[in-house]
């Protein structure tokens, strides 16, 4: 069969290009397609991946895009922020092809399945869950005329336009037995990490995980709706993916996105023992939780080409990481950042602001903390209750949910959201709108942090990369309104 399968856009305004009009940053190939593509391909099918963001499709692109390729099949996977405009596509597209069957999957649609075949009509299969092989029986199912009830783990429509459910799919999928993610779909040229999380272009994202090996902090669905066994590729694979794409797109930068790769202290170091075995000249990046952090692991990682790790610090106020549940301490983040500052990794922080419980007391430990962490780079994210996690509901009897976080404004603002939740101790929306600008003022304009990246410079490379960053964080809070 001839399948289209198609991600939405997030962002209508591109407000990364408030700090430069040379680049386009932020946007990296989404893998979930990927790996979907790539074992339709492996059962023989034709696939043509519309990747809207990282194209620059908005609404009617992807439509001309669906007219000229003529698909026998559509997928369209998304997230709660592109919830609208897959509705939008998918609507458009049966005005003009009703008898295509529209697959719809995804993080979105895996929390709210009975919610997603309500809103939108003319979707005719939901997957619920991890979608590889589901998609495939899906597909079968299709070509061969049979019975959708008879596929696991969907939700599909009668012929009445009622909705069904059949029983739950059981299958955990296996790792290392699934394909790459078919790469050679996207035109990776048009992709390009933000500034502090790269060095070296061409780079590409690699996920070799899922689930997660703590999975209880509030804010994060992982936690609850889609929280599945955790389980990694083997470190051998994840070896044969790093030499093929070297080899065959000459990506020289790998940044790791999964959240648990330190947690999981014998897959690290089988994976950073096989890196130096190979020999496999690259920069890499990762992120770990500070709990689990070990000076022989980051010294073993510096020395295979890793220069930057990423930690979710969250709060410099122990009453509000207890209270989200993070089950991680303020010693711990200090140990955590002391040991990767000391061994020359880049140490980028990101924190929550506007929790549950805080105050522009509170707030203002924060920023201190993400001082005193000597961070690389920090980044301080307005809180954003969404909808499914317990934050949602500790917001909803702590303070004032103000804005939904997939509104049109709050979407089309590229990086620092519009505030969606003021907790009870601000009194307004501007107050805390003020502490996220103040927090970027306080940590990017002060001496300390630009001795300690004049202090790394080595090469015009450097100067251009360190200037991108700062220029990119600058561009966040000198550019934003409340």
Sequence with gaps: MKILLITPPIFKNNSSQIWTNRIRRGFLPPLGIGYLAAVLIQDGH???????????YDVGKVI????????????????TPQEDDAYKIISEI????????????????SCFPQETMERCKEIDVLVAGEGEYIMLDIIHCLEKGGALKDVKGIYFRNDNGGVLKTSKDCQVVDLDTLPFPARHLYNLASYAPEPFENKRLPSTSMVVS????????????????????????????????IRYLVKNFGVKEFIFYDDSLLSDKKWITSFLRLLKKERILISWSFRGRSDAVELDILEEAKETGCFSIAFGF?????????????GITLEQSRRAASLANSVGLEVVGTFMLGLPGETPKKAEKTIEFAIDLDCTYAAFIPTHPFPGTELYDQCRERGEIVESPYSDEVRHSRYIP??????????????????VINAYKR?????????????????LEDIKRYWDGITFFLGLSLSRGS
Excluded: W
């Design 46 to 56: 034709m696939v043509k991946i519309i990747d809207s963001q990282g194209m620059g």
């Design 64 to 79: 001309s895009g669906v007219r000229s390729y003529g698909p026998d099949a559509l997928g369209v996977s998304f997230l």
């Design 94 to 109: 049966k005005k003009y092809f009703k008898d295509i069957p529209v697959i719809v999957g995804g993080a979105h649609p």
């Design 210 to 241: 899922r689930g997660c090996t703590y999975a209880q902090c509030t804010f994060c669905y992982r936690s609850g709706i889609l929280k599945k066994q955790y389980r990694i590729q083997s470190a051998e694979k994840t070896i044969d993916e």
């Design 314 to 326: 969250e709060s410099g106020n122990q009453d509000l990481l207890d209270n989200i549940k993070k």
């Design 418 to 435: 519009r505030i969606a939740y003021i907790p009870s101790g601000y009194k307004n929306k501007e107050e805390l709108s003020g502490m």
């Design 443 to 459: 940590f990017y304009l002060r001496s300390g942090f630009f001795y300690k990246h004049i202090r790394k410079i080595n090469s």
